[in-house]
């Protein structure tokens, strides 16, 4: 295929002012920021798959910032003060991704946030309570709201579960549908002039007097600023990042009449969740059964997390309820030392927006728009 361009694709594909490596959230995102602020500027995403790779549209859908299991964890890593910020920019990305594609495009639907506990959980449990005063505290001048969060027992009945005898809820948290957002977010950034070419992997950068050239499976490429967006494939391409893959495998069921779960849950401090979609149970997780086999950039699944993922439905989610496995994928996310997104200019016109830690619905508005405005300053 590279061989047989002609002169008039050479000329008008194979060149822009800026080049953003991976058509996910955060790409899409930047790109849109920077044709929005400057529409004269070129704007080209060079996506390695025929949909967009990664976890864009292979997550669960969840519009959530944080379960209080995951803060308590987080808390430990970063203190108090940038987790303050971390979440701040998990509820300002939501609102900013809401507000640039409206909620009905998105699916968005806010039917609340619930983490559950086993008895045998009991000491783990015990703390989160301890703590959601705390929490509470420390997120109601970002949502401006009081009590967000809260201890929801009476309310394990309603939703059928079995052996869970403490439930915590968040009533901010939402799920949404990623095919439809990630659609959205394509046609807004066409309808700005933004050019995308899907099936196009980037193999190497190398640097020239006038930019970037970007080598691929499809030809050369030449821009100005090159923003990698590419999450957990980064490394290929910036080997020295703290950055790590995390597989995420994923199943839904056939639909199941009367269902009763309406929400988006956690699970065994955020390593499993699920919530309903078009009367069906999505249910993913379990990569901490085994970090090593999951910290992969390899689509698939393994036996011991499909078998983990069908035991928890069985006992806990679906108990005496008939059900059947539909669907399975796999997504990959990036994770690393620190809970923020890597966003900087690696090396001399090359940029990178990456590692979102599992929260790239929330974060992944916010953070392109950072990398897209972080871009425009260096024209």
């Known amino acids: ?36 602020t400057n529409p004269k500027v070129s704007v080209l995403i060079l996506e390695r798959g025929f949909l967009p790779s990664g976890a864009s549209t292979k997550n669960a859908g969840f519009a959530c910032f944080g379960s209080i299991s995951e803060l308590i964890e ?14 701040s920019k998990r509820w300002k990305g939501l609102l900013k991704l809401r507000d640039l594609l409206g909620d009905d495009n998105i699916q968005f639907k806010n039917y609340g946030g619930y983490e559950l506990f086993k008895p ?27 009590g967000v969060y809260t201890q929801a027992n009476s309310k394990i009945s309603n939703f059928g579960f079995n052996g869970i005898d403490v439930l915590l809820e968040n009533k901010l948290e939402a799920q949404i549908d990623p095919g439809l957002m990630m659609k959205a977010l394509i046609t807004k950034s066409k309808a700005l002039g933004v050019e995308l070419l899907s099936n196009c992997k ?18 050369t490429f030449t821009g100005k600023k090159v923003l990698l967006t590419n999450n957990a494939f980064v490394n290929e391409l910036l080997p020295d990042l703290a950055v790590t893959p995390g597989r995420g495998q994923v199943v839904v069921t056939k639909p199941i009449p009367n269902l009763k779960i309406k929400g988006a849950f956690h699970y065994d ?49 679906l108990p005496e309820t008939d059900f059947e496995i539909e669907h399975k994928w796999s997504g990959i996310m990036a ?17 990178c927006a990456v590692r979102c830690n599992g929260m790239g619905i929330a974060i992944g508005s916010h953070t392109g728009e950072e990398a897209g405005e972080m871009v425009l300053r260096s024209l």
């Open 202 to 219: 980037v193999d190497d950068l190398i640097e020239e007097d006038n930019g970037i050239a970007l080598i691929t499976n499809q030809g």
């Open 335 to 351: 994770f690393g030392p620190q809970l923020a997104p890597i966003i900087e200019e690696a090396k001399p016109n090359v940029f």
């Open 74 to 87: 987080q808390e430990k890593l970063c203190g108090p003060g940038a987790l303050h910020s971390l979440i």
């Open 269 to 317: 401090k955020g390593y499993y969740y699920f919530r309903n979609i078009d009367g069906r149970v999505l249910l993913g997780g379990g990569r901490n059964l085994n970090f090593r086999a999951e910290q992969t950039t390899q689509f698939g699944e393994t036996e011991l997390v499909q078998n983990a993922l069908h035991q928890l439905l069985k006992d806990v989610i």
């Open 120 to 146: 045998e959980q009991q000491v783990l449990a015990e703390e989160c309570v301890s703590k959601l005063s705390h929490y509470n505290a420390l997120i109601e001048d970002i949502v401006l709201q009081k």
């Open 1 to 36: 295929m590279p061989n047989n361009l002609s002169y008039w694709e050479k000329k008008n594909f194979f060149n822009a002012d800026v080049i953003i490596i991976g058509s996910g959230i955060v790409g899409l995102n930047a790109a849109i920021t920077i044709k929005t």
